[in-house]
């Protein structure tokens, strides 16, 4: 009986690894026919030639971004799923029979059942004044827009009063077309704890409550399948953390939370040359990152650099 059993469970085991190795093969094969085509033309659109060879466009982008490592290794692996989901549909065209006769269910078993691109996540932002939210969140809709997942590279940053207006149906107007302007790209809503106070200027004492509902009836629509923007809220920390504590609902639909830590010396070196050349200058030889990491490091402290 026992060994009965063990060989019904090492048949059982070779099938499984027998089927794994199959599907691994079909993938290989086809990241290599993918690979290969890259060189004369990249249907996504996201590689592109020059002097130098292929160049990678989103990474490119991605490796702009100074310090913050732990927001580049998000967007890295947003792309990989992006990349996997658009491997998966080659294969599976229509999800029915794949290449050499693989099914669906035999596919699932390395990549993903989900069907369809994957959907990026609305954010929130927390950092001081000059923490780099705002240049992130104008360039995560370049990205986002190279990888597929959102339909256009807007980008569109309003604060409290472009929501707000002297009432409830001004207010919700104000909103909504806000909304409408940034549908297919990103909302960057800046300095967002602000909708949790009262003003002078609206005589409706909820009114930040009014645009938060529409911003939520946006995010809840889109997950119907609608053009929705991409949110992020953006603020300085201490602020947005009581703001999110006291509006449970609108923080339970923003899955991911970035903190942005004030600039170390040798990264606002980078940043500022990274400025000079972007703005068509050269720096003498000698002055070079590390220099200038030392200088501020001398002259400078770190409440000056904050």
Known sequence: GGTLTGRRGGSSSDGARKQQMAVENAILDAVKKRSKNK??????????????????????????????????????GLRRTTEICDLRESLLPDHGSGIRGLSAAMLGVTLSDEAGRPRAPHMIFFGNPGTG?????????????????????????????????????????????????????????????TLGMTSKRSRAENAGNDAMNEIMRSIDTDEAGRDSPLVILAGFPTEMNLFLARHDEL?????????????????????????VHAKGF?????????????????????????
């Open 133 to 193: 939210k705002t240049a992130v969140a104008r360039l995560l809709a370049k990205v986002y827009h190279e990888l597929g997942i959102l339909r256009k590279p807007k980008f569109l940053e309003v604060e409290r009063m472009d929501l707000i207006a002297a009432d409830q149906r001004g207010t919700i107007a104000k909103t909504r077309e806000v909304l409408e302007e940034a549908r297919g790209g990103i909302l960057f809503i800046d300095e967002a704890y």
């Open 251 to 275: 923080r339970r639909r923003f899955d991911v939370t970035f903190e942005f830590p004030d600039y170390t010396c040798e990264e606002l070196a980078e940043v500022y040359v990274d400025l």
């Open 39 to 76: 060189g004369d033309m990249d249907p996504s659109g996201m590689e592109e030639r020059d002097d130098l060879g292929v160049r990678d466009r989103v990474e490119d982008l991605i490796s702009s971004i100074v310090g913050l490592e732990h927001i580049k290794c998000q967007i890295r």
């Open 282 to 306: 050269y720096l003498d030889e000698s002055i070079r990152v590390d220099y200038i990491a030392k200088l501020l490091q001398k002259q400078t402290d770190a409440q000056w650099r904050s």
